[in-house]
Every structure is written in C-alpha cells, then in structure tokens.
C-alpha cells in the first residue's frame, strides 16, 4: 500500500517559480565590482534563467553536463545556477582563490563544458585557458564591452524568448557540484541532489536556522562559490526574501549598502566581522537594521558574538562543511532565552549549536564506540542525513562512510545533554584561515621542495582576525643557509598567496612518532604560546 498523495518531485525549479509567481515584485539588488548596481526581481531572476537555459541548449549542453563559474556574488551568478540546473545540468562553483593546479584538477576532473566568469578573473582565465582541456565556451558575466574576446552574458540570453519549459526528472537527479580542498591532495567532489538542496532549503529557513521569510532582507556576506553559499541561494526564494549583493566585500560598502537597503540578515565568516568592526570604530557608523547574523567558516571568537549581541542583533553560530549541504548545527536561541543573563545568553552562542531536524550527530571513539551525550567525553565527529554526503564524485573507491553508514567529519567533539554540539579539536592537520582550509601537508611538501630545506611541518596559529594562520617549522639541510625569504619566494609558486605562512623558524629537528610521521600533537604543544608579530 503506498500513500494517498500527490507524488511531486522535490527539484530546484520549482523554488525560483514559486518565487517568481508569489513574490515576483520582491527585488535582488547588486553591487559590482566595478562600483555599479542593477536591480531586478524574482519574476526577472526566473525569467532570465529560462533564456539562459534556451542558450545553453543552443550551445549543445545535454542533461547531466557541467556547466562552471568563477565569480562573485551578483544577481546574473544567480541566474546561472537557474538556469544550469533547470535545463537538467549541474552547475559547478569554482573558488578563485584556489591556486593553478587545484584550478587545473577541478575543472577537467568535473569535465566542464562551458565557463561563465566575471571579467575581475580574466587574468586568472587568460592565464588557465590552456590547462583546461574540457571546456569549450566562455561567458563573461559582466557587460559585454572589452569583454577580451569571450561572448558577454547579456548578450547571449538576449538572442532568447525565455518561452521555456523546465527539464523534469527524478528529484535525486545531480543539480550542483561543489569541490573541497581541506584535505590533502587533490580536491574532492561533492555532488548535490535536487531533493538534498530542496529539503537542505526547507531546513534552512526555519526560525531556529536562519529563520527567514518574506520580510527577510539578506545580504549574504558568503560567497557563492564557497559550500553552496551555505543555502542562501536556494532558501531565499522559497520565502520570497529580497536579497542584496555585493561583488565587493569591504566593510565601508557593505555597511552602506546594509543601511540603505535595510539589511536584517547576513551571514559570512569572522574575518567580516573584524572588517566591519574596525569601520564601525573608524567612522561611527554601523548596520542599523540587522537581526540576525549567522557566523560560520571558523569559530567565532567570544568578543565578537559579545559585540554584535550587544548591538542587539541575534547571533546564528553555524558549523557545516561542504559534505554537509552546508548546515550540520546552528547555535539558534534555546526554549529558556529569556530566562538567561546575558552571560549565559553568550556562552550558548559560542558553542556551535544543535542540528536542526534531518541531521543526526555522534561521537566516537578510537575503536569506533559511541560517547555519551554528557558534556565531557569527546570523540569523532559523525553525521547522517538527506542532505550529507555519501561519496565523493567519481570517486572509485565507493561511499565514504562507516560500515553503518555515518560521514566521519574529521572534527573532534562533545555533545552536551541538552543536544549541544561543542567543536574541541580538529582530527586532521588542516589551517582553517578566514573559513577557508589550507593544508598544512601539502604545505610543508611545497617547502621541502625548496633547495636546502630538509623537513617541513606546518601548523596553525591563533590569528585574533583570521582563526588560524600556518607557521612553517623548518630543518635546514647540513651545511645550507637557505633563508626564510627564499623559502617564501618558493612557496609563492607553488601555492596560493593567502596560504603563505605568516612566520618560518628554523630548529635543528622535528618531533617524530615511532612510525616515522610527524608528531604535530608535539609541535603545537612546543608552539602553543607563540605570537605572531602580525597578529
């Protein structure tokens, strides 16, 4: 017997439709790099995807094909998504902060066929065109003038009606294809489903989440080329929000672009924070119509969700990954706020929160035993649900879960009675700098890659604005000389800039375990109380 109900698939379409037939009028506002805006609505959102739609088509784009992008956040980057998805193609967010071989890898591993940049990349394009072997036509997104050679957005959905049927499927069809690259090696693919980011969507949206609705004005600080711009991109429309974007993440535009457009939600990493704190104590402004932030990336440090309470905004703690849709836990207001002081109020932000419905969280052990949910015993951090990850894409080697069907986070934790979750340690090696990974092997590989350096271990330390910043120890090959300046210019062409370490020091050797790896437990215990002079 199956129940009596209409069967209706749960596909991504279906969110900008709704919003364009119920909240049309509701308006996406964007900044430009180039310091110009345009605005336009729901209704043009959904009208423009379609055409884009129709062009990729035209362009021989099948169902199941990749189509990329390597841009900011602006209404056309929304369309995108759209209009890739509702033709039946997978829309792939590639970070451009990424250096020239993860660049190179992402690309051809996810055979993109088509790339739609924003001409602020075009050195980074020019530069990559040669390496990419799969795609076989580049859009600009920004107006067509100087567009250096490449056909410019507006230009190709102009051609179109937009009389436009949406490709209908199953509703666990691929619909976006995100990669992450804080492991080590080459990054790992994670394919998203129609049903996962719908219901990941409908999750997103609660009061307890990010708690939106159609009174809901967002500027999401996040971009959309980092963890699915944790959901934003599909919630908004579900509610009808009004959305404003930024190409420019400075603190002087966003807190006037808050103000003017009568900003109540963002949502970003610390480092936004930081910036923003600095403009507030420089010139006296501020954002005068935020309710709820939402921090994620990184932790967020206790003075900072001190600060922006005290402003009288509510903060969302977040802890996610790219497997994890992105939301695994928000830090939201328990059922007794209001009986708490404000101290108490603080100290249950600052932990990262509970899952919301449709994600389950556990701690294990060494050997694989589950921990108690008692606020002291502290394990792995696992989680399931119908938005978590199953297998990386077009990993041969199968679903990487356990035996009984958990994702293995790779973060160390407690989970308190009240279902509290609390992030302790990291079981991998990783840098996490301003919300983004850095791996610390890959790292100190590039390094013993420099002529005169031995061994290299690379560990992150406490940066008060970017969480972690890498610190390189190194040992000198006998009778080298090499200097941390050269090991620096060596490391520039091999890495991006942002992973440079902010400091390298030289020791005679480094601490090792009995089967030979490097014992960083030993290191960061060496290094605890060191001090970055830029810090």
Excluded at 85 to 100: A, E
Aim: charged share 25%; hydrophobic share 40%.
């Amino acid at each position: 017997m199956l129940g009596a109900m209409q069967d209706f698939e749960l596909r991504v379409p279906r969110a900008i439709e709704h919003a364009a037939r119920d909240h049309g009028a509701r308006e996406i506002v964007s900044r430009w790099a180039d310091g110009s805006e345009t605005r336009t609505d729901w209704a043009g959102i959904a009208r423009d995807s379609r055409r884009l739609a129709q062009a990729l088509e035209r362009m021989g784009v099948k169902p199941g094909d990749r189509v990329a992008t390597l841009a900011m956040n602006h209404s056309r980057h929304l369309v995108a998504w759209y209009g890739t998805i509702g033709m039946g193609g997978i829309i792939h967010t590639i970070n451009p902060r990424l250096f020239d071989d993860q660049l190179a890898f992402i690309a051809n591993h996810a055979e993109d066929r088509v790339l739609i940049y924003d001409r602020v990349f075009q050195p980074i394009v020019d530069r990559m065109k040669p390496h990419w072997t799969t795609i076989e036509q580049y859009i600009v997104f920004d107006p067509d003038a100087d567009a250096g050679g490449d056909q410019g957005f507006e230009a190709v959905i102009a051609r179109e009606d937009g009389d436009y049927a949406w490709v209908e499927g199953d509703e666990r069809d691929p619909c976006m294809l995100c990669y992450t690259s804080g492991t080590t090696g080459n990054p790992k693919g994670v394919l998203y489903s129609h049903r996962s980011s719908m219901i990941h969507a409908l999750a997103e949206i609660q009061p307890s989440v990010f708690d939106l609705s159609a009174q809901t004005v967002a500027l999401p600080v996040v971009p959309m080329f980092h963890a699915v711009g944790w959901g934003m991109p599909f919630a908004a429309p579900i509610v009808g929000a009004k959305l404003v974007f930024s190409a420019i993440n400075e603190a002087s535009v966003l807190c006037e672009l808050m103000n003017r457009e009568k900003v109540t939600h963002s949502a970003g990493v610390p480092t936004v924070w930081f910036a923003m704190f600095q403009h507030m104590d420089a010139t006296g402004a501020a954002p005068e119509h935020l309710k709820v932030v939402t921090i994620g990336g990184s932790a967020a440090p206790r003075a900072m969700v001190e600060r922006i309470m005290k402003m009288g905004v509510r903060v969302n703690h977040a802890w996610g990954m790219t497997e994890t849709s992105p939301i695994g836990t928000m830090g939201a207001p328990s059922w007794d706020w209001d009986d708490l002081s404000f101290e108490q109020q603080v100290d249950q932000t600052v932990f990262q929160g509970r899952a919301p419905f449709g994600v389950e969280l556990r701690v294990v052990d060494g050997e694989g035993r589950v921990q108690p949910r008692d606020g002291k015993s502290s394990g792995n951090l696992q989680v399931r649900g119908p938005w978590i990850i199953k297998q990386y894409f077009r990993d041969e080697s199968g679903p990487c879960l356990t035996e009984d069907g958990w994702f293995d986070t790779g973060d160390v934790a407690v989970l308190h009675p009240d279902g509290v979750m609390q992030i302790t340690d990291r079981a991998k090696d990783v840098i996490k700098s301003g919300g983004e990974w850095i791996s610390s092997v890959d790292l100190e590989n590039a390094a013993v890659g420099c002529p005169g350096v031995a061994e290299a271990a690379a560990i992150g330390i406490a940066h008060p604005r970017w969480d972690e910043r890498p610190l390189l120890v190194v040992v000198r090959k006998a009778d080298s000389e090499v200097s941390a300046e050269q090991i620096r210019a060596h490391l520039a062409g091999h890495v991006a800039k942002w992973w440079l370490p902010d400091a390298i020091i030289f020791v005679e050797s480094l601490p090792h375990t009995a089967t030979g790896k490097l014992l960083k437990t030993a290191l960061r215990e060496q290094f605890k109380d060191f001090k970055l002079e830029a810090a």
